[in-house]
């Protein structure tokens, strides 16, 4: 468990050799200037995206741009709390440089368009502006890059070597119109997550991430391990070690187990619903299932070895099999 992270560091390679260690704070550029890393291994495994998680007691949003090297693809969607369904969203695949842009440096201007389908991230100054345009669904929102710390890591992953930035906790404005109906975001709490590395062909995983103002958590068993295993508490980050997901892949809304391997962590998941997706594009596929509700159990404050409660807090997990 690491309680004391250092700043951000001013590259992600360090004499041609990834630089793993975990910061807080945000770097400047990403970039992978890997010693005897060819341009077409680079291009086939370089992997890049940009989530965002908005949480309100009557829905929850959840949308992506990724950019997989060779293609790229972007998903949205809202979930009704009171209705346990999706109910708007939109899936597309596009083509990198032409309909999507994600760039190297974090939490900043991100892309998709395709046809009357629009996502985009923003940066302008110390907000991150969110814009969305779909069936049936609009979406400004405008999030406060300062008020939760960054979690953000280098580590090794299950090709190479991978890196992400992640916020939660985040204060929102905006609206959101969905089916003709204004809903105001001033209650929403965002998180978000820039990710940017070399992985694998293949690559599995199974993820948590909830946020509220006080406290949240990002935890994730697979091609990291436990390096980007965060939790954010009282305008604290700190690092946690391995945890454990225990769920039935056949009944996913069925209650999820989530434990820290240390004890520190004891998470019970009560899924609400779920969006799920199953693509096979032959060179590629993705089998997907991200149900959302909260999440109900115990932490420990590593500093002073109190016992947090965690009450119905709501976000997501996920499992995740890619073929990218």
């Known amino acids: 468990m690491r309680t004391h992270l250092p700043a951000a560091p001013a590259s992600t390679c360090l004499n041609g050799q990834p630089a793993f260690t975990a910061f807080s704070g945000t770097m400047r550029e ?36 990724v950019d997989v ?12 709390r009171q209705t346990r369904e999706v109910v708007a969203g939109i899936s597309a695949l596009g083509t990198p440089l032409a309909s999507t842009v994600v760039g190297d440096i974090p939490f900043s201007d991100c892309t998709f368009t395709k046809g009357s389908e629009q996502i985009s991230f923003n940066r302008d100054g110390c907000a991150l ?51 003709g109906r204004d809903i105001d ?64 892949p056949v009944h996913p809304l069925n209650p999820w187990q989530i434990r820290a391997d240390d004890g520190s962590l004891d998470l019970v998941f009560h899924p609400e619903g779920a969006r799920r997706e199953n693509k096979n594009l032959i060179i590629a596929a993705s089998r997907y299932i991200q149900p959302i509700g909260t999440f109900t159990g115990t932490l420990r404050d590593p500093d002073n070895g109190h016992t947090i409660q965690i009450d119905r807090l709501c976000g997501v997990t996920e499992d995740h099999s890619a073929r990218w």
């Open 30 to 65: 990403v970039s992978w200037p890997v010693q005897g890393l060819g341009s077409w291994s680079k291009r086939f495994h370089h992997k890049r995206w940009q989530y965002a998680a908005i949480a309100l007691e009557s829905h929850f949003i959840g949308l992506a741009i």
């Open 69 to 80: 090297g060779w293609t790229s693809s972007a998903f949205a969607y809202v979930f009704d």
């Open 129 to 179: 502006d969110i814009h969305l345009r779909g069936k049936n669904l609009v979406l400004d929102a405008r999030v406060s890059l300062g008020s939760a710390p960054i979690f953000g890591c280098i580590a090794p992953a299950n090709w190479l070597a991978h890196s992400t930035h992640k916020s939660g906790g985040l204060s929102t404005t905006g609206s959101l119109v969905l089916h």
């Open 185 to 248: 975001l001033d209650a929403a709490v965002t998180s978000l997550d820039y990710s940017n590395g070399l992985l694998a062909h293949r690559t599995q995983w199974q993820w948590a991430s909830a946020h509220g103002r006080e406290i949240g958590f990002n935890l994730q068993a697979g091609y990291m391990g436990e390096a980007e295993n965060a939790v954010w508490h009282a305008g604290r980050v700190w690092m946690i070690g391995e945890v454990a997901f225990s769920f039935d």
